[in-house]
């Protein structure tokens, strides 16, 4: 599922374990290469989601024997069975859990059946549990795997700083630009955002929403067929996906980061990532009033919160945003500095690699 280039599987975990180890990295690519010391092997991922899922896991199994690895650390829960066939053959395997992935399955409408694929789930995690090393991103679902007796780990998402200083922004300027980068789905209020702009031309106001990321399910018809989606047009503007750098030489001309997500029990519970990239760059934000979202941007000053899928609140607090230049020239400042002192991948860099010590000193 994941492209090479993944922000925490490439530039976060391999990058920083290639440092000390030789890595390879099997993922959906366009080529064989190095990069940051990393050999990226590509992947073919099936189109079909119903192939990915029957056979991806079985070709993942066979090319990652090639590379004869001394640790496998997987990153999909479509390759637990690939891992549980590494370890009948006496290989050590991480199985890296990036969301609530059971309680997630209720919130992705593709997935047909969803009672039984959540039984499913439950029963292969169950076995993953019992016969990996596991490591979590999110304090979140610690309970979840305590509850399964799991040998886990905690590795939060937080930014490498050194990434994303180059692009951080060095003033507060008088323009409108909205950001967002990551999935585009329904549920990060991409309409209601878009909606918001409508509204902001409405009353005067010239902002520009830019947006990077793949567009997923019918989100593209359902915007273009917008009643006011003409009037709108250009101020809306899609780069598709980018690469992590290329999409974040945009934020420096950009003026506020955008992170909504609709209230699901996953995104409730759990950290977005870009929370702490839009904070690394120095974008003010206006984010969910989740609490845990609360206890990062309020309590380090360095953006707004709003009521999600509330459009008119949405506009009113971009409205806010924009017209105190002095409020967003402090949240910059508070947000780089907070990364720097508190959520930096630094802290969690050493964990990663305390992980791989263990298991290595252990298979000796």
Excluded at 20 to 28: G, M, P
Aim: net charge positive; with cysteine.
């Amino acid at each position: 599922m994941h492209y090479a280039l993944d922000t925490r599987i490439f530039y976060k975990m391999c990058s920083g374990l290639a440092e000390e180890y030789n890595v390879s990295l099997i993922a959906k690519h366009p080529r064989k290469e190095t990069l940051n010391k990393v050999n990226i092997i590509p992947f073919y991922v099936f189109k079909n989601r119903n192939n990915r899922v029957v056979f991806s896991w079985l070709l993942m199994f066979f090319k990652a024997l090639k590379t004869k690895a001394r640790i496998y650390h997987i990153h999909d829960p479509e390759l637990m069975p690939c891992g549980l066939l590494l370890k009948i053959l006496g290989k050590k395997v991480i199985y890296d859990v990036h969301e609530n992935i059971a309680e997630d399955i209720f919130d992705k409408p593709w997935i047909k059946h969803q009672k039984m694929a959540y039984r499913g789930f439950n029963l292969i995690e169950n076995l993953a549990a019992k016969n990996f090393k596991i490591i979590l991103a999110e304090k979140s679902y610690e309970k979840r795997y305590e509850k399964l007796n799991a040998n886990f780990t905690t590795i939060q998402n937080f930014c490498d700083i050194d990434f994303f200083t180059p692009y951080q922004k060095k003033e507060t300027n008088d323009s409108f630009n909205l950001f967002y980068i990551g999935i585009l789905l329904e549920n990060r209020s991409i309409l209601d955002i878009i909606e918001s702009v409508y509204q902001l031309k409405q009353k005067g106001y010239n902002p520009n929403f830019h947006i990077v990321g793949e567009l997923y399910s019918d989100l593209k018809n359902k915007i273009t067929n917008l009643s006011y989606f003409k009037e709108i047009k250009s101020n809306i503007h899609f780069y598709g996906r980018l690469p992590l750098d290329e999409g974040y030489k945009l934020s420096s001309k950009m003026d506020i980061g955008l992170c909504m997500i609709w209230p699901m029990k996953n995104s409730i519970e759990s950290y977005p990532t870009k929370i702490f990239e839009y904070m690394a760059v120095g974008l003010p934000i206006l984010t969910s009033n989740f609490e845990l979202y609360k206890s990062v941007v309020e309590t380090e000053n360095c953006g707004l919160c709003v009521t999600p899928k509330s459009t008119d609140l949405i506009t009113e607090k971009l409205i806010e945003l924009y017209e105190n230049k002095n409020m967003r020239e402090k949240m910059r400042k508070n947000g780089i500095l907070a990364v720097k002192n508190k959520y930096n991948w630094e802290s969690q860099k050493a964990l990663l690699m305390g992980v791989y010590s263990t298991i290595l000193e252990k298979g000796k």
